[in-house]
């Protein structure tokens, strides 16, 4: 294989900013980039698999590393034999780092959905987290880069948007006059009236701003998805994460979204075995899917960061860590197949992937009809659940 070749690993940040890369070295010859990811310590480990496996498949290409890997883990990754340098992660959407052309043309998605980073950085800290080390603070684009984003993306015929970042709802702090996230999402519906559907990765609940609020439960073309940032379901850990809600928060505002839009499904990010957490402190992180409409889970093993306040507070056993992750993974399951089970026969709108399979409106994944066009959006309407999929 010749060519360059751009590998991601972690966020849908990390997604959308591969596509400019890709873009940028589009023409150039045996070079390969990954896009690192470091939150825990086992986006590490497959930061190096990824590394590892690459250098066995392209032997001769120049082999790149960037992301927030490339930056908190930069002396272990120099010493990688594979490597043969590293892109801080400020600097990889900077032309000059890759010695190409200003202005290179924009290359199609390789994605179904269009991944807009409308934000980067963060300015909180949490405890838990080594990100901002990676990210830098937070910064935004200006509501006509934004459009211009999108527009290049809707030309080339991407069918749905996602608005993401590192922080996506401290999204206008930065800008003059200190603008909030439902602002863009506003202007966005109102520039392409022929986009069909948008969606928002990961959100902080804390920073919803009304008019944002008023969109989730309103405007149809804003997916009936929300993905929260709740990280755990007990007082006392989210102030020792330095989370800036509550847990009666997170339930307050799930129950004002499901009373105004009771399609809206639920996911959430959460942790298990953050440092100090007792048998009583898991039993409500359990409790947050048990009682609300978790469906969509992203369950974290905790794992110390290094430089992080976290990492010097009394640590869980590994195991204790692990099976407690198990188990709010079975609890998602549990959900989510009694939900599953609930859709069987009801119509649904589904986005078509390049797997055979495709996500509806609330992200429900479908198995569709055998070469169905990648980007066609069908009505579906399933008949069962098979192999943790609806059919």
């Known amino acids: 294989m010749s060519g360059s070749e751009v590998v991601s690993l972690g966020c849908r940040l990390n997604i959308a900013e591969s596509e400019r890369i890709r873009a940028m070295l589009a023409g150039e010859d045996n070079v390969v980039v990954v896009n690192s990811c470091a939150v ?13 496996r690459l250098r066995r498949d392209r032997p001769d290409a120049r082999l790149l ?46 994605h179904t959905r269009a991944f807009i980073a409308v934000q980067n950085g963060c300015d909180h800290a949490c405890t838990f987290c080594v990100i901002p080390q990676g990210r830098g603070e937070s910064r935004s684009l200006t509501v006509p880069q934004v459009l211009h984003e999108v527009e290049r993306h809707l030309e080339q015929g991407a069918p749905e ?3 993401t970042g590192v922080d996506v709802t401290s999204w206008g702090h930065d800008l003059p006059g200190s603008p909030q996230l439902g602002t ?33 439960t309103q405007e149809e073309r804003v997916m009936p998805h929300i993905h929260l940032s709740l990280q755990h379901g007990h007082d006392l850990i989210l102030k020792r994460m330095k989370r800036r809600h509550l847990r009666a928060d997170a339930f307050d505002l799930v129950g004002r979204l499901v009373e105004r839009r009771p399609d809206i499904v639920v996911g959430a990010d959460l942790i298990a075995g953050f440092p100090t957490e007792d048998g009583a402190m898991h039993q409500a992180n359990l409790s947050i899917i048990r009682d609300l409409p978790v469906i969509h889970g992203h369950i974290f093993p905790y794992s ?63 198995a569709l009809p055998h070469g169905t066009p990648r980007g066609t959006i069908l009505d579906v309407t399933p008949t069962r659940v098979e192999k943790g999929m609806l059919t």
């Open 40 to 52: 825990t310590s086992e986006a590490v480990r497959q930061t190096r698999q990824a590394i590892r």
């Open 65 to 110: 590393v960037t992301g927030c890997a490339a930056d908190i883990e930069r002396e272990q990754l120099a010493a990688m034999p594979e490597v043969d340098g590293l892109v801080p992660n400020r600097d990889k959407l900077d032309s000059r780092i890759w010695n190409v052309p200003e202005r290179a043309p924009p290359a199609p998605s390789q």
């Open 161 to 163: 948007v996602v608005l």
């Open 184 to 216: 863009l999402v506003r202007a966005l519906l109102d520039a392409f009236p022929a986009l069909r559907r948008l969606r928002m990765s990961s959100l902080d609940g804390v920073e919803i701003d009304p008019l944002l609020f008023e969109l989730f």
């Open 304 to 366: 110390p960061r290094p430089g992080t306040p976290a990492a010097r507070m009394p640590q869980l056993d590994r195991s204790v860590i692990k099976a407690r992750a198990t188990e709010l993974r079975a609890a998602v399951a549990e959900k989510q197949t009694a939900w599953q089970d609930g859709l069987v026969g009801k119509r649904l709108s589904v986005l078509a992937e390049s797997d055979g399979t495709g996500y509806a409106e609330n992200f429900a994944r479908v």
